[in-house]
DNA sequence: AAGTGAATTGAAACCGGTTCCATTATGAAG
DNA sequence: CTTCATAATGGAACCGGTTTCAATTCACTT
C-alpha cells in the first residue's frame, strides 16, 4: 500500500498543497468550500499526515521521554501512572526508558538530550550529578525532577524527612522508646536515592527530639525486599533489649517485618508496633498504619509542570515542588505491652 | 543553542554532507583520514544527528507503541517488564499508550496505525474486533497481540484454560468436591478479556471430567479487586453447604479470599482451600497456592517476535505461541477436613 | 599512452510535512 | 474608476537527515 501523502490529497482535491496543511491545522484562511473538497479528498484518500514529516518541519518531536528504575519498586508505577495521565491529555507521546544499572542510567541521562529531539524530559528517582545537570541545561530540553533534587532543575519531591518525623513521632507519642529502623544500606546507593537519606535523617531527628538517644543496633541495613526484612527483623527480636516499635523504611519493608513478627509469635501491635512508609495499595490490605506520599499526584505535578516549562520556553524561576505526606493510622501500631514506670 | 546540523559539520570539515551521512553510518567508502577529519568536526561542535530527520529520510520510525490497561492490573506491568527489556536492547523507542476506558481503547486502535508512522504495534491483553484487525492489516505496521488472541495475528497467549483446569484437577486430588468458583461478572467484559472467559471454563472442564456436578450457587462474579473477592468469599461461607475449597480468578482475588477466611476464623489451609493465578511476587508471601504464567516471558515473546516481524517485512504464516502454565503448590490447599466417606 | 575499474567524494534529489511569500480575487473606500 | 486592504490560494523554500548518481582521482592493465 503506498503512502498517500500530501501531494496525493492537493493534487485530487484541486488545490495546493499549502491549501492542504491549512485544512490540516484548522487554519481559518481556508473557505469553506475549500475545506469541503479537501475533506472529502481526504477521506476518499484514507489520508493521514505523516508524524515524522510534521515532526520534522515543525521543529518539535511531540515526545517526552520519562526516565526512570520502574520495575525495582511498585512505587514508581503508581508515579508513572500520574505522568501518563497527564501526558495522554496533552498530545505528546510518553516515551520510556527503564534504567535498572547504572551503566544504563548514566547512557541514558548522556544520550537522550543529544541524540534524540525531546520536547521534554521527565527523570524519575534519579538524582542526577552536576555535569549532567549542566549537559542538560545546555540541551535546552526542558527537564523536570521527580522524587529527586537539584538546586538547578524543577522538582517534584515529598518531606521525606517530615514523613519520617511524624511515623517516628507517632510512636513515641504511643510511649515507644525503643524504636529501630530498618532500611537500605546507607553506604551503597548507586542510584543516590535521596529518600534512603531523608528517611533515615527523619528517624534520628525525631529520636533527638525526644531526647531517646540512638542505639546503633536498633539501625538494620540490608538489601532492599522484604525477605531481607524479615531477617532482619528477626536480628532485631533476638536483641537482649529487643525493640518494642519498627519503622521501616517502606511499607515493602514493614511486611517483612510483620511476616517475620507472626513467625516469631509476636503479635502486632500488642507486643511489636510496626509502621511503614508509601501507602502502598495492599498496605490497607494489610492494615498496616504507614506515612502515605502522594505517588500519583507526584507524577501528575511533574508532568504539568513539565508541560508548562515547555509551554512557556523561556527561562523561568526554577520551581520546587514539595508534596505532603500524611500519617495513615491503622492497626500495626499500638502503645507498647509493658507500662513504662 | 542554535542547532548543529550535518552541513555545519560538513563545512567545517570541508567535505560534503554526504560524506559526513556516510561517516555516521559507518559506511566503509571514506577513507580513513577524511574519517577522521569529520569526527574531529563533530567532536568540536558537539554534533549529534536528528533522529526526526533521520526517521523522516529513512522511512522508519524506530518507534514501537505498546498499548495496554496498564494500572488496573499488577500483572500487566510485569509483561511491560518483559517488552521493555527486549526493547532496549533493539534500539527502537518504547512508546506507551495506556488504555483505562473503553473510549479510548477505541481512539488509539483506530488512530494508531493511522498518523502515528510506528514501526510496530504490541497490543497486550486488549482483543481487537475483526474490523480493528483488518485495519491494521492493512495499514502494514507489524503487530502482536500478548494474552490475546485473534486468528489473523501473530498472538503469545497462555493456555489458560489448561491453567485453570489444572487447579481445579489439584483441588479435586486433594479430595475437594466443594469447589467454588470467584471471579470477574462474565456478562460485563467490555475489554474483551479473554482470560476471564478462558479460566471460568477450565473450572467447568476440570469438574466435568471428574463427574463433578456443577453448582451455580459456587461460581460468584463481581467486580474486580480483594475487596469484593472479600465480599463473594463470605457469601459463599454463608451457604447451606458451604464450599471446603475456593479457586480463585487471580492472585489478588485469592487474597480477598484470605482475608475473608480469617475475618470469619476459617483456617487455612485445614478448612478451606484457596488457589490462585498469576503467582504475582507478594502470593510467595502469602504462601499461597497458584497457578504460575510467565508473565515477563510473554511481554518478551511478544517484543522478540515483533522484531522478527519487522526485520522480516515479508508475510509470513502467523505464529500463534502458546506459553504453559504451572502449578506451584505452597500452604492454602489441602486436603478438606470432613472425610469423604 | 590510452583504457579500465575501484575507491572516494560532492551535491542533487528526496522523505512529507509547515511556513512564508507572492499572487489573485473581492469588496469597500475615496 | 482607481486605490487599497483583506481573504484565499498556490507553490517554493525549508526542516535535517539518507541515498543515488555522476565526477574525480589514482593505480594498474595492455
Not at 531517646?212 to 537482649?240: N, T, V
Given at each position: 500500500m503506498a503512502t498517500v501523502t500530501i501531494r496525493d490529497v492537493a493534487k485530487r482535491a484541486g488545490v495546493g498543497i499549502g491549501t492542504v496543511s491549512r485544512v490540516l491545522n484548522d487554519s481559518p484562511l481556508v473557505s469553506d468550500e475549500t475545506r469541503q473538497r479537501v475533506q472529502q479528498a481526504i477521506e476518499a484518500l484514507d489520508y493521514s499526515p505523516s508524524s515524522v514529516a510534521r515532526r520534522l518541519s515543525r521543529g518539535r518531536s511531540m515526545a517526552i521521554a520519562v526516565i526512570a528504575p520502574f520495575f525495582v519498586r511498585r512505587s514508581y508505577i503508581e508515579r508513572l501512572r500520574g505522568i501518563e495521565n497527564v501526558l495522554a491529555a496533552s498530545g505528546y507521546d510518553l516515551i520510556l526508558y527503564n534504567v535498572e544499572t547504572i551503566a544504563r542510567r548514566d547512557a541514558c541521562?548522556?544520550?537522550?538530550?543529544?541524540?534524540?529531539?525531546?520536547?521534554?524530559?521527565?527523570?524519575?528517582?534519579?538524582?542526577?550529578?552536576?555535569?549532567?545537570?549542566?549537559?542538560?541545561?545546555?540541551?535546552?530540553?526542558?527537564?523536570?525532577?521527580?522524587?529527586?533534587?537539584?538546586?538547578?532543575?524543577?522538582?517534584?519531591?515529598?518531606?521525606?524527612?517530615?514523613?519520617?518525623?511524624?511515623?517516628?513521632?507517632?510512636?513515641?507519642?504511643?510511649?515507644?522508646?525503643?524504636?529501630?529502623?530498618?532500611?537500605?544500606?546507607?553506604?551503597?546507593?548507586?542510584?543516590?536515592?535521596?529518600?534512603?537519606?531523608?528517611?533515615?535523617?527523619?528517624?534520628?531527628?525525631?529520636?533527638?527530639?525526644?531526647?531517646?538517644?540512638?542505639?546503633?543496633?536498633?539501625?538494620?541495613?540490608?538489601?532492599?525486599?522484604?525477605?531481607?526484612?524479615?531477617?532482619?527483623?528477626?536480628?532485631?527480636?533476638?536483641?537482649?533489649?529487643?525493640?518494642?516499635?519498627?519503622?521501616?523504611?517502606?511499607?515493602?519493608?514493614?511486611?517483612?517485618?510483620?511476616?517475620?513478627?507472626?513467625?516469631?509469635?509476636?503479635?502486632?501491635?500488642?507486643?511489636?508496633?510496626?509502621?511503614?512508609?508509601?501507602?502502598?495499595?495492599?498496605?490497607?490490605?494489610?492494615?498496616?498504619?504507614?506515612?502515605?506520599?502522594?505517588?500519583?499526584?507526584?507524577?501528575?505535578?511533574?508532568?504539568?509542570?513539565?508541560?508548562?516549562?515547555?509551554?512557556s520556553d523561556a527561562g523561568r524561576p526554577v520551581q520546587h515542588v514539595v508534596l505532603p505526606t500524611e500519617l495513615v493510622v491503622r492497626r500495626t501500631t499500638a502503645p507498647p505491652a509493658e507500662s513504662l514506670l
Amino acid at each position: 500500500m503506498a503512502t498517500v501523502t500530501i501531494r496525493d490529497v492537493a493534487k485530487r482535491a484541486g488545490v495546493g498543497i499549502g491549501t492542504v496543511s491549512r485544512v490540516l491545522n484548522d487554519s481559518p484562511l481556508v473557505s469553506d468550500e475549500t475545506r469541503q473538497r479537501v475533506q472529502q479528498a481526504i477521506e476518499a484518500l484514507d489520508y493521514s499526515p505523516s508524524s515524522v514529516a510534521r515532526r520534522l518541519s515543525r521543529g518539535r518531536s511531540m515526545a517526552i521521554a520519562v526516565i526512570a528504575p520502574f520495575f525495582v519498586r511498585r512505587s514508581y508505577i503508581e508515579r508513572l501512572r500520574g505522568i501518563e495521565n497527564v501526558l495522554a491529555a496533552s498530545g505528546y507521546d510518553l516515551i520510556l526508558y527503564n534504567v535498572e544499572t547504572i551503566a544504563r542510567r548514566d547512557a541514558c541521562l548522556q544520550s537522550l538530550p543529544r541524540g534524540e529531539r525531546l520536547d521534554g524530559l521527565l527523570v524519575l528517582s534519579l538524582a542526577p550529578t552536576d555535569s549532567e545537570v549542566n549537559r542538560l541545561l545546555r540541551s535546552d530540553v526542558p527537564t523536570v525532577l521527580v522524587d529527586a533534587f537539584h538546586e538547578a532543575l524543577p522538582t517534584i519531591t515529598v518531606d521525606d524527612v517530615a514523613g519520617a518525623r511524624t511515623a517516628v513521632q507517632h510512636l513515641i507519642d504511643l510511649g515507644h522508646e525503643r524504636i529501630a529502623y530498618i532500611g537500605e544500606n546507607l553506604d551503597d546507593n548507586p542510584f543516590n536515592f535521596q529518600p534512603m537519606i531523608d528517611r533515615y535523617r527523619g528517624y534520628r531527628d525525631a529520636l533527638a527530639a525526644a531526647d531517646i538517644p540512638f542505639r546503633p543496633q536498633y539501625h538494620c541495613q540490608g538489601k532492599y525486599g522484604w525477605r531481607e526484612a524479615h531477617r532482619m527483623a528477626q536480628s532485631l527480636f533476638a536483641l537482649d533489649e529487643p525493640p518494642t516499635a519498627i519503622f521501616a523504611y517502606s511499607d515493602t519493608l514493614a511486611f517483612g517485618v510483620l511476616e517475620a513478627a507472626q513467625h516469631s509469635a509476636l503479635s502486632v501491635p500488642s507486643q511489636l508496633s510496626v509502621i511503614g512508609f508509601d501507602d502502598v495499595e495492599i498496605a490497607q490490605y494489610f492494615q498496616l498504619t504507614t506515612v502515605r506520599q502522594p505517588l500519583y499526584e507526584s507524577g501528575a505535578r511533574g508532568a504539568e509542570l513539565l508541560l508548562e516549562q515547555i509551554d512557556s520556553d523561556a527561562g523561568r524561576p526554577v520551581q520546587h515542588v514539595v508534596l505532603p505526606t500524611e500519617l495513615v493510622v491503622r492497626r500495626t501500631t499500638a502503645p507498647p505491652a509493658e507500662s513504662l514506670l
